[in-house]
């Protein structure tokens, strides 16, 4: 059954849900591709309000993170009931077959709007006992006991990467919101630490729950495959990789350090023997107009802009290594992405990255732009050290794992008091 939508304001009487009332009884089927997970017995059962105003934007973290965490929460819990609140058409009858599930489509004329005006009147009206957001927003109005991902901790420890509006947002509601929920996730043990500092948060209030890789970021071996991400995307023989992003809002974002990477690409030697391929969103622009890339490494550079999800499996399989100096991350997911499909890495030391790369990959200052050369040189010519890499990077890659960061979620929402 196509979604139902509410309209930009609430009107009068209960709103009308996507999937109906439940039908006859009928066996719950999995989200798309995911394999149902162990029955989970729970003492009673709960009505749980999920947030999913971003799901839609399968480009960036944020809906990347919550629709692979909803899939695998909705194909393991098949006893609480769930209601979906989408902030747009996107996914909203992805789950239409699941008989616990029902999605409702709310209309808002801005994020603060649909937070705090139609979420809480919906989650009133639908009776939900938890709320959850997969990102960091709460309604601050509910008497509902509630769950947050808390992000980053990056608007305190780099605030002059981001525009003024946006700072003194954040930095306003986000202990507002910290304060209104009965519980906080956060994806790593660094980004914990952080907020015991920044914030003044109990370590007890918080839970960390490591993100992982898509289960479609494999190595991938079939020559089809790889010749058609070839031709498609003009990929060189030989080549190293980045997956980046450039822009914070409408403000360039210097943080993961791509002008740095690509001067370090042209000072190592390994520039004689491979291509720097550059992934992410307005890099094409970037890269062609801006005075801090020198005009001669421009023709050794293949920029690829957005690559859409189900194509980067298939990059990072035929990459000789992947770059990723970061001078910030509360997880660094596309450290997961590359060596989940078998690609060795050179990883910044800074923020979360060692916490997640372990001893699978050659850690670097990413300010150093020299260590970064190097750490090229090094892995371009050494093909043990790559080979070892690729294989202690597939090992740390299989330690996480949506179905259990969805099994620790479902934990920590059956133990909200």
Known sequence: MPPR???????????????????????????????????????????????????????????????????????ADR???????????????????????????????????????????????????????????LPLVGRWKSLMHLRGSEYWVYPEYYERLDLVYQRLMLPLYCRKATHLIVESDYVKRDFEKFLGLRPETMTRIHLAPAPRFRPIGDAAALEAARRTYHLPGAFCLTVTRLRQGRKYYPGKNLVEAIEAFRRSKARARLKFVVVGAHTRDFVATSPLIADDVRRELVVLDRVPQEDLPAIYSQAAFFVFPSSYESFGLPLTEAMACG????????????????????????????????????????????????????????GFSWRRAADETLRVIDGLA
């Open 5 to 75: 939508i509410l309209p930009l304001l609430p009107s009068a009487g209960r709103p009308v849900v996507a999937n109906g009332p439940p039908g006859p009884a009928r066996a719950a089927r999995p989200a798309q591709g995911i394999a149902p997970g162990p029955h989970r017995e729970r003492q009673s059962r709960r009505r749980i309000g999920v947030m999913l105003r971003d799901l839609g934007n399968q480009t960036d973290a944020p809906g990347i993170i919550a629709l692979n965490l909803l899939d695998h929460m909705l194909a």
């Open 79 to 137: 006893t609480n009931e769930y209601v979906l609140f989408h902030g747009g058409d996107a996914f909203s009858g992805r789950y239409a077959r699941l008989p616990n599930v029902e999605s409702l489509v709310l209309r808002a004329a801005g994020k603060l709007v649909w937070d705090q005006v139609m979420v809480p009147w919906a989650a009133r009206r639908e009776r939900v006992d938890v709320l959850f957001h997969p990102k960091h927003s």
């Open 343 to 398: 690609c060795p890495v050179i990883a910044s030391q800074d923020g979360a990255c060692p916490e997640i790369v372990g001893d699978a990959a050659v850690l670097i200052d990413p300010r150093n732009v020299w260590q970064l050369a190097d750490a090229m040189d090094t892995l371009a010519g050494d093909a043990g050290l790559r080979e070892h890499l690729r294989r202690r990077g597939l090992e740390v890659a299989a």
